[in-house]
């Protein structure tokens, strides 16, 4: 039975070719005036990007600074960095160039700035709601977190090891600049490690036991039939400009809540699962996921039975077993074999991470504490459960 439901994606999309060369003129549009532009390495200069987005602002009469140096789980302190400096320059617009850890950042800055008086942390730590954010927006490079139309930030305290999560609707950016062409030079295991989000996003939605509706089942499943295509493609021939922009839409739309239309809200308890990980080891977010999902689907499957048969059959596009089950545990395998075909591991081991029984009771406490105690919809996990899900990936 479906659930009522709010869509709400308010974010503006400029899809295609050059794209990024108009990225002043939406900076106005939306009231920017002064801009803090946040990116990752010195890449976006060298390869001549930042001079072509800064020209177009600079077309607008804006004026903006930069900060740079954000890395992938991103850190506290570079979020605390970046209020800083957009004090200091009075920013009242934020520009994320990159990935979701630019974007997550940018949207981090931008409540900071928004409410002074406050830490910024305690909102991943949920210990308060937001009231306010600075307006954000991005030029996308790189096709995995969905963040550039999501309501969603993760931030990394580097001091804690603790990466924590903040979704709220007032962050949603105000425009999104994609242009595949900006893709065409990621290395394999960065394209491929996004295309294993973007699966995840949708499948975190897919696997619920509270509810669906067939339409957007459907969508799910034929955003998660192309992926697996073009990751393959991708695999072999990189500078493949349709299947980049296959995969850099479905990034929006595996995360802008299309999928979750209807249902519970999600399961999500690979990712939470996964942020432990990334918290302790920094390990790239999707080549995480990719490791723990399949003892994570192995562990809840029988308990969403029917929801792992539709999957195996109607994404996996397999032939169904003698039984539901023996068909559940055929889709979990064939999307195993997938994952090694694109180079993603399927264990901890395989990942390069070995942790200690110590640590992985350490993460299970710490995916516990962080979700109140419990997560999922295909099965509800406790520490417990947690914990043996860590020990079968190992």
Request: charged share 25%.
């Amino acid at each position: 039975m479906a659930n009522n439901f709010n869509f709400y994606s308010p974010t503006e999309v400029i899809f295609g070719k050059d794209t990024h060369r108009e990225t002043g003129k939406y900076i106005r549009k939306y009231g920017g005036s002064r801009i803090l532009i946040l990116y990752g390495s010195e890449r976006v200069f060298t390869t001549g990007l930042m001079g072509e987005i800064t020209e177009s602002i600079k077309k607008e009469g804006l004026t903006f600074s930069f900060l740079g140096g954000i890395v992938p789980n991103p850190h506290l302190s570079k979020v605390y960095e970046g209020i800083g400096l957009g004090r200091e320059m009075q920013a009242d617009f934020l520009l994320a160039v990159g990935g979701g850890s630019v974007i997550d950042t940018a949207k981090a800055v931008a409540y900071g700035l928004a409410e002074p008086e406050e830490d910024v942390w305690t909102l991943f730590e949920h210990t308060r709601t937001a009231k306010k954010c600075l307006p954000t927006a991005s030029v996308l490079t790189i096709a995995a977190a969905g963040s550039e139309t999501s309501m969603s930030a993760v931030i990394t305290n580097e001091k804690t090891k603790e990466k924590r999560a903040y979704d709220d609707d007032l962050s949603r950016p105000r425009f999104a600049v994609m242009n595949p062409e900006l893709t065409l030079s990621l290395s394999d295991y960065q394209t491929e490690s996004g295309c294993t989000d973007i699966l995840m996003h949708t499948m975190e939605r897919y696997f619920t036991n509270g509810g669906n509706m067939e339409i957007t089942d459907s969508i799910a499943e034929g955003l998660m039939r192309t992926v697996i295509a073009n990751a393959v493609i991708l695999h072999g021939n990189p500078q493949n400009y349709d299947a980049r922009a296959e995969i850099m839409w479905a990034g929006s739309l595996a995360h802008n809540n299309l999928t979750g239309c209807g249902n519970d809200g999600g399961d999500f308890a690979t990712h939470m699962l996964e942020h432990e990980i990334g918290g302790m080891f920094d390990v790239t977010h999707g080549a995480g996921l990719a490791a723990i999902w399949p003892s994570y689907a192995r562990y809840v499957y029988r308990d969403a039975l029917p929801r792992f048969v539709k999957f195996a059959v109607n994404v996996m596009q397999i032939e169904r077993e003698h039984t539901d089950e023996e068909t559940a545990l055929k889709g979990i395998e064939t999307m195993e074999k997938f994952y090694h075909d694109i180079n993603m591991p399927t264990n901890m081991r395989e990942l390069g991470v070995q942790p200690t029984d110590e640590q992985i009771h350490e993460m299970a406490v710490g995916a516990a504490r962080a979700c109140g105690g419990s997560k999922g919809s295909a099965r509800v996990l406790y520490q417990d459960d947690m914990e043996k899900i860590y020990y079968m990936a190992r």
